[in-house]
């Protein structure tokens, strides 16, 4: 429906458009239309969206408009001052306020427009008339009300769905129609109460004598009272049922005879999840409670402070205390961790300290327990930890982020837009609350480092472990002159410190950041390898599932038993990842106990908590991993940490190598030894001369710092210039050269030398998309960025309504970690 008349709202859509649009309100919804409600809207010709109302009262615009459908919220689910960090965002990292929406909002609050299909009343008579694959599809529609078209593919098995349902349509036995999906389906949870009847003195008394001969069934009442107190309120039948210790069939038995009845109630599944606080008192060191004390100074003037602290040295702890005193003064707090399967340990001990006062937000939630922690933040609860999505939630009366692991890459986000880094965005969100912010690390990045020693952010230092423990012993290994008899790629040194380590019952950590078992299947005759058919990269074996897949878009292949291109059957593996690893350590330790944490060992929920508990437990002797042994890990017991193959990260073309080196070996350095003993680290190289292994040795952060700041300088790096990153896609090779080389030379036009390129990165083409970059580096002071911002933003809406290059894919990265 169309109309000029009545009063109009401005709509969010959570697409990829640069404007709001201008929707009618109904006289029927003019009274609960509101900033921060979701409406159903109609966008295009068939199209359904749940927008978000952003503006009411807005005058006739001066063309005909929609109407909103309905209203899908009795209050607003997003409040005015995330709509002004989203304005901010899509403004910093050139991108759209749809984008940023649907990024920011829950996945069941976004409903989807679903094409829905419903069989026809048709005769048993067309329906035998029809050839497969029609008859079998028919079959399936037609004893459902409905089913989408995704359930239906799934359902029918069919490759190429859509033809079909097409033909079925034509045929006029099915009609397609579109629907919106509300997703989020509240949790509700059956308790028990006594019949009404039964709950005075009298009534109470009544119900007792009816059971009197039933000694079970007494007990169930006299548990109830226990358990619910005077209020006689509806409790859960299980603490019920334990307390009188009966069966549930007793139970049943009372409801049947109208005793107790069932109440249904709707909960908050985070609300399950609650339990009591731990009351102790947080005993501080004399170190840590002058760090406490600085921190607390710096922030009278300044709001951002850097606690730079070693391995082991009791961050969390003086966290924690600061949480105490926001709690205290009535505020929130967001404690911000980079990735959630790397934070198993210290969120679990957050948990018991703080009890039902904090929630976890993470990836591994459920689109429904997204929603009740959604909820959770919105009604006040004052500790929200989680990933760096977190900062889309929406806080009340936020007083603290803590950003621990600020150097930590997975604080940047990649793909899809918006591409932000939280711990910048958590600057810019505190900004907007007046509230404090705590960056906390043992390997700060260079640019907060940075920032800290020129006074825009305070910098407290904590120098020594918790309680003086010893830092690990470092030592290099030459690969060059420590070498296996067998060619491996353990170091004899390394396999003799890890015997010794078993022997005196202590606990290995071997860090290899590859995962699967071989990087390359490879022909020993020809020197053909295994590709990838969409990526120009290699396939990785990976021996449990006997398959080889490409990391980057995921196509598995089969093993192949002769060479395709020369059609020699000597194919060998060559390289090592965890997979390889955990099996050759096996053979070498046959009586230790060796397990792998990587992405493919913890990928279902509990997974990742169950390896980390049997670590804990000494349950695992040797534990083989990636990225994801180096950080926010404590255990007791590890003697040895040994790192395969440190020069690997050293290789890769991005200015941040050297430091993202130092970095992840510091990190896993401080695995060992965190209790009670010194614990040690191999390193294996072979270029053991490198200045940055020499300061890993030392744990010498400040020498690391002064060398790499120099560098940074002298050629032009952050956090002396900022930087943008512009990817062209296309699936014609020359398409995406052309339109980079014309985006690239009408940058140049505008703003010279600023700009590099185009450029074809180390991996020239993924998921068939071939890709090519335009840099640009630009001073920090000034406008300069807005205007570089403009211009690609320009660039893009234009090449869209150029024929030959509509295409084209576009994306833009701000402040890229490469």
Same mark, same amino acid.
């Given at each position: 429906?169309?109309?000029?008349?009545?009063?109009?709202?401005?709509?969010?859509?959570?697409?990829?458009?640069?404007?709001?649009?201008?929707?009618?309100?109904?006289?029927?919804?003019?009274?609960?239309?509101?900033?921060?409600?979701?409406?159903?809207?109609?966008?295009?010709?068939?199209?359904?969206?749940?927008?978000?109302?952003?503006?009411?009262?807005?005058?006739?615009?001066?063309?005909?408009? #929609?109407?909103?459908?309905?209203?899908?919220?009795?209050?607003?689910?997003?409040?005015?001052?995330?709509?002004?960090?989203?304005?901010?965002?899509?403004?910093?990292?050139?991108?759209?306020?749809? %984008?940023?929406?649907?990024?920011?909002?829950?996945?069941?609050?976004?409903?989807?427009?679903?094409?829905?299909?419903?069989?026809?009343?048709?005769?048993?008579?067309?329906?035998?008339?029809?050839?497969?694959?029609?008859?079998?599809?028919?079959?399936?529609?037609?004893?459902?009300?409905?089913?989408?078209?995704?359930?239906?593919?799934?359902?029918?098995?069919? #490759?190429?769905?859509?033809?079909?349902?097409?033909?079925?349509?034509?045929?006029?036995?099915?009609?397609?129609?579109?629907?919106?999906?509300?997703?989020?389906? !509240?949790?509700?949870?059956?308790?028990?109460?006594?019949?009404?009847?039964?709950?005075?003195?009298?009534?109470?008394?009544?119900?007792?004598?009816?059971?009197?001969?039933?000694?079970?069934?007494?007990?169930? &009442?006299?548990?109830?009272?226990?358990?619910?107190?005077?209020?006689?309120?509806?409790?859960?039948?299980?603490?019920? =049922?334990?307390?009188?210790?009966?069966?549930?069939?007793?139970?049943?038995?009372?409801?049947?005879?109208?005793?107790? /009845?069932?109440?249904?109630?709707?909960? +908050?599944?985070?609300?399950?999840?609650? #339990?009591?606080?731990?009351?102790? %008192?947080?005993?501080?060191?004399?170190?840590?409670?002058?760090?406490?004390?600085?921190?607390?100074?710096?922030?009278?003037?300044?709001?951002?402070?850097?606690?730079?602290?070693?391995?082991?040295?009791?961050?969390?702890?003086?966290?924690?205390?600061?949480?105490?005193?926001?709690?205290?003064?009535?505020?929130?707090?967001?404690?911000?961790?980079?990735?959630?399967?790397?934070?198993?340990?210290?969120?679990?001990?957050?948990?018991? #300290?703080?009890?039902?006062?904090?929630?976890?937000?993470?990836?591994?939630?459920?689109?429904?327990?997204?929603?009740?922690?959604?909820?959770?933040?919105?009604?006040?609860?004052?500790?929200?930890?989680?990933?760096?999505?977190?900062?889309?939630?929406?806080?009340?009366?936020?007083?603290? &982020?803590?950003?621990?692991?600020?150097?930590? /890459?997975?604080?940047?986000?990649?793909?899809?837009?918006?591409?932000?880094?939280?711990?910048?965005?958590?600057?810019?969100?505190?900004?907007?609350?007046?509230?404090?912010?705590?960056?906390?690390?043992?390997?700060?990045?260079?640019?907060?480092?940075?920032?800290?020693?020129?006074?825009?952010?305070?910098?407290?230092?904590?120098?020594?472990?918790?309680?003086?423990?010893?830092? !690990?012993?470092?030592?290099?290994?030459?690969?060059?002159?420590?070498?296996?008899?067998?060619?491996?790629?353990?170091?004899?040194?390394?396999?003799?410190?890890?015997?010794?380590?078993?022997? +005196?019952?202590?606990?290995?950590?071997?860090?290899?950041?590859?995962?699967?078992?071989?990087?390359?299947?490879?022909?020993?005759?020809?020197?053909?390898?295994?590709?990838?058919?969409?990526?120009?990269?290699?396939?990785?074996?990976?021996?449990?599932?006997?398959?080889? =897949?490409?990391?980057?878009?995921?196509?598995?292949?089969?093993?192949?038993?002769?060479?395709?291109?020369?059609?020699?059957?000597?194919?060998?593996?060559?390289?090592?990842?965890?997979?390889?690893?955990?099996?050759?350590?096996? %053979?070498?330790?046959?009586?230790?106990?060796?397990?792998?944490?990587?992405?493919?060992?913890?990928?279902?929920?509990?997974?990742?908590? +169950?390896?980390?508990? +049997?670590?804990?437990?000494?349950?695992?002797?040797?534990?083989?991993?990636?990225?994801?042994?180096?950080?926010?890990?404590?255990?007791?017991?590890?003697?040895?940490?040994?790192?395969?193959?440190?020069?690997?990260?050293?290789?890769?073309?991005?200015?941040?190598?050297?430091?993202?080196?130092?970095?992840?070996?510091?990190?896993?350095?401080?695995?060992?030894?965190?209790?009670?003993?010194?614990?040690?680290?191999?390193?294996?190289?072979?270029?053991?001369?490198?200045?940055?292994?020499?300061?890993?040795?030392?744990?010498?952060?400040?020498?690391?710092?002064?060398?790499?700041?120099?560098?940074? %300088?002298?050629?032009?790096?952050?956090?002396?210039?900022?930087?943008?990153?512009?990817?062209?896609?296309?699936?014609?090779?020359?398409?995406?050269?052309?339109?980079?080389? =014309?985006?690239?030379?009408?940058?140049?036009?505008?703003?010279?030398?600023?700009?590099?390129?185009?450029?074809?990165?180390?991996?020239?083409?993924?998921?068939?998309?071939?890709?090519?970059?335009?840099?640009?580096?630009?001073?920090?002071?000034?406008?300069?960025?807005?205007?570089?911002?403009?211009?690609?933003?320009?660039?893009?809406?234009?090449?869209?309504?150029?024929?030959?290059?509509?295409?084209?894919?576009?994306?833009?990265?701000?402040?890229?970690?490469?």
């Amino acid at each position: 429906m169309s109309s000029t008349k009545g009063m109009y709202a401005e709509i969010l859509l959570p697409l990829a458009l640069e404007s709001t649009y201008t929707y009618m309100i109904p006289a029927d919804l003019a009274e609960e239309a509101a900033f921060g409600k979701r409406v159903e809207v109609q966008f295009g010709s068939r199209k359904r969206y749940a927008g978000l109302i952003v503006k009411t009262g807005i005058p006739a615009p001066g063309y005909r408009t #929609k109407e909103i459908i309905s209203m899908l919220d009795k209050k607003p689910v997003v409040l005015e001052s995330q709509l002004k960090l989203w304005t901010w965002m899509a403004k910093y990292y050139c991108c759209t306020l749809g %984008e940023i929406m649907k990024a920011a909002l829950p996945g069941a609050l976004l409903l989807s427009s679903e094409t829905i299909i419903k069989a026809m009343p048709v005769s048993e008579d067309e329906v035998l008339q029809l050839d497969e694959p029609l008859y079998t599809l028919f079959r399936t529609i037609e004893p459902r009300t409905s089913i989408t078209l995704g359930d239906l593919e799934k359902a029918s098995g069919l #490759k190429s769905l859509y033809p079909h349902v097409v033909k079925l349509y034509q045929l006029g036995m099915i009609l397609v129609v579109e629907e919106l999906e509300e997703k989020y389906i !509240p949790k509700r949870i059956k308790l028990i109460q006594l019949a009404a009847d039964y709950q005075s003195e009298s009534g109470l008394q009544s119900a007792l004598e009816l059971v009197s001969s039933y000694e079970n069934q007494t007990q169930i &009442i006299l548990s109830y009272l226990i358990v619910s107190g005077e209020s006689m309120q509806p409790v859960d039948p299980k603490l019920v =049922i334990s307390k009188a210790e009966v069966t549930m069939s007793t139970l049943k038995t009372l409801i049947k005879k109208q005793i107790f /009845v069932e109440v249904v109630r709707e909960v +908050n599944r985070m609300e399950l999840l609650k #339990k009591e606080a731990d009351q102790s %008192e947080i005993v501080l060191t004399p170190i840590q409670s002058k760090a406490l004390q600085d921190i607390n100074d710096q922030w009278k003037e300044k709001d951002v402070a850097l606690l730079h602290g070693v391995t082991g040295s009791g961050k969390t702890v003086i966290y924690t205390k600061l949480m105490q005193q926001v709690i205290e003064a009535g505020g929130q707090i967001l404690y911000l961790v980079p990735e959630i399967g790397m934070s198993v340990q210290l969120l679990q001990r957050l948990k018991v #300290k703080f009890g039902s006062s904090i929630t976890i937000s993470h990836s591994r939630l459920s689109e429904n327990e997204r929603v009740d922690v959604w909820n959770q933040v919105s009604a006040g609860i004052p500790i929200v930890a989680g990933v760096r999505s977190s900062i889309f939630l929406p806080f009340q009366s936020l007083k603290l &982020i803590v950003v621990d692991e600020e150097h930590d /890459v997975s604080y940047k986000q990649q793909e899809p837009n918006p591409r932000y880094h939280a711990r910048d965005m958590a600057l810019v969100l505190a900004q907007m609350f007046e509230a404090k912010v705590i960056l906390g690390s043992a390997t700060p990045s260079v640019e907060s480092y940075y920032h800290a020693t020129k006074g825009k952010y305070g910098l407290v230092e904590l120098n020594e472990r918790y309680l003086g423990l010893e830092l !690990p012993q470092v030592n290099l290994i030459d690969r060059n002159k420590d070498k296996s008899s067998s060619g491996a790629m353990y170091s004899h040194s390394l396999i003799e410190e890890i015997k010794t380590t078993l022997a +005196n019952n202590k606990q290995v950590i071997i860090y290899k950041n590859r995962r699967g078992y071989a990087p390359i299947l490879k022909c020993s005759v020809c020197n053909w390898f295994a590709e990838c058919n969409q990526c120009d990269v290699a396939m990785t074996y990976h021996k449990g599932r006997n398959v080889l =897949i490409c990391h980057l878009c995921g196509t598995t292949k089969a093993i192949i038993p002769t060479c395709p291109a020369c059609g020699s059957p000597h194919l060998k593996f060559e390289g090592y990842g965890t997979e390889k690893i955990e099996d050759e350590l096996s %053979e070498i330790f046959p009586s230790a106990h060796i397990k792998r944490m990587d992405l493919d060992s913890t990928r279902g929920k509990r997974n990742l908590e +169950n390896l980390i508990h +049997n670590f804990e437990q000494r349950n695992i002797d040797i534990l083989v991993g990636t990225q994801m042994v180096t950080k926010g890990l404590d255990f007791d017991h590890v003697g040895l940490v040994g790192v395969i193959y440190a020069d690997q990260a050293l290789h890769y073309p991005d200015f941040r190598a050297t430091e993202r080196t130092f970095q992840t070996l510091v990190q896993v350095s401080g695995r060992a030894g965190r209790k009670n003993e010194q614990g040690k680290v191999l390193i294996q190289t072979f270029q053991p001369d490198h200045p940055v292994f020499k300061d890993v040795m030392t744990g010498d952060y400040t020498r690391f710092y002064e060398r790499e700041i120099k560098e940074r %300088e002298l050629f032009r790096y952050p956090p002396f210039v900022r930087q943008i990153a512009i990817t062209v896609r296309h699936k014609q090779a020359d398409m995406s050269r052309d339109a980079a080389q =014309i985006l690239a030379i009408e940058l140049k036009n505008l703003f010279g030398q600023r700009i590099m390129g185009p450029s074809v990165p180390s991996v020239a083409r993924v998921r068939n998309y071939y890709i090519h970059q335009v840099f640009i580096k630009m001073e920090r002071s000034g406008n300069i960025i807005y205007d570089i911002k403009r211009a690609i933003k320009e660039f893009q809406a234009g090449i869209v309504k150029k024929k030959s290059l509509s295409t084209i894919r576009i994306s833009v990265d701000v402040d890229p970690n490469q």
